[in-house]
């Protein structure tokens, strides 16, 4: 069995300091930035996904919070792709409707949500989201509360990785053909204030036209186009021809 801080030792052991100082310029770790404070090890995401490739088998879930609380950032990452990992295993066809695998699922959810805000940067968010949360969405569950309500939630509350976490796990709806979960959430933080807000929203909705529907894209459009940052614009209509996209940009 792997214990956290077998894992964390090994993750330490891999510091690299060049390394570290390009991540921490690239994650605006700076004083007043968005990821002010965070701290690397200095670990590339292959590096970590093979510790997660090797561990996650032997890591018992109740481990993982260790990981989560840590201070460097690729432990979290950690930490959060081997519950993305865990509940991948957990959903298979074979095991879908298994209650024992519906219990462990969603226990696997309740402690990602517990634990949200430790995923304080997009990349611990857009690696974990779709994988644990959007999954879930879709797989049968024993939860009480309603999914959506869980959602709003989360989209409704003040920080900014719980938000982005309610828009970008519908990616994984949009990738099984419901749109429903991507247009809720996207009309939801069409004004919200931060950039990183602006490109996520942006991103699912050129997702969900690309995959689904550019006409239900184009209704949205329509809509909210006016309202809407022009990052977010740009990011949605990034899959349409040179003269559409000149067409949105000046409506």
Request: charged content about 30%; hydrophobic content about 40%.
């Amino acid at each position: 069995m792997m214990k956290a801080k077998d894992i964390i030792e090994w993750m330490e052991s891999q510091q690299n300091e060049e390394q570290r100082q390009v991540l921490m310029r690239f994650f605006k770790t700076a004083e007043g930035e968005y990821g002010s404070g965070d701290e690397f090890l200095g670990l590339k995401v292959p590096q970590t996904r093979e510790i997660v490739k090797v561990s996650a088998p032997d890591t018992p879930l109740c481990e993982i919070p260790q990981l989560l609380m840590c201070r460097w950032h690729e432990v979290r990452l950690c930490g959060l792709l081997m519950m993305a990992e865990k509940f991948k295993k957990l959903s298979t066809r074979k095991l879908m409707n298994d209650e024992d695998s519906i219990k462990k699922r969603d226990e696997i959810v309740m402690m990602y949500l517990q634990y949200a805000e430790k995923a304080n940067n997009w990349d611990l968010v857009d690696l974990s989201a779709p994988y644990i949360l959007g999954s879930w969405l879709l797989l049968p569950t024993s939860i009480k509360t309603d999914k959506q309500q869980m959602l709003d939630e989360l989209a409704q509350s003040n920080n900014l990785w719980r938000q982005r976490m309610s828009m970008v796990c519908t990616w994984m709806t949009t990738k099984k053909g419901d749109p429903s979960w991507c247009l809720r959430y996207a009309e939801t933080h069409l004004r919200h204030p931060h950039d990183l807000m602006h490109k996520a929203v942006g991103w699912m909705l050129r997702e969900m036209g690309k995959r689904i529907d550019m006409e239900l894209l184009r209704d949205f459009l329509h809509q909210h186009a006016g309202e809407m940052s022009r990052t977010t614009l740009r990011y949605a209509i990034e899959k349409m021809g040179d003269e559409e996209r000149k067409y949105w940009m000046a409506y």
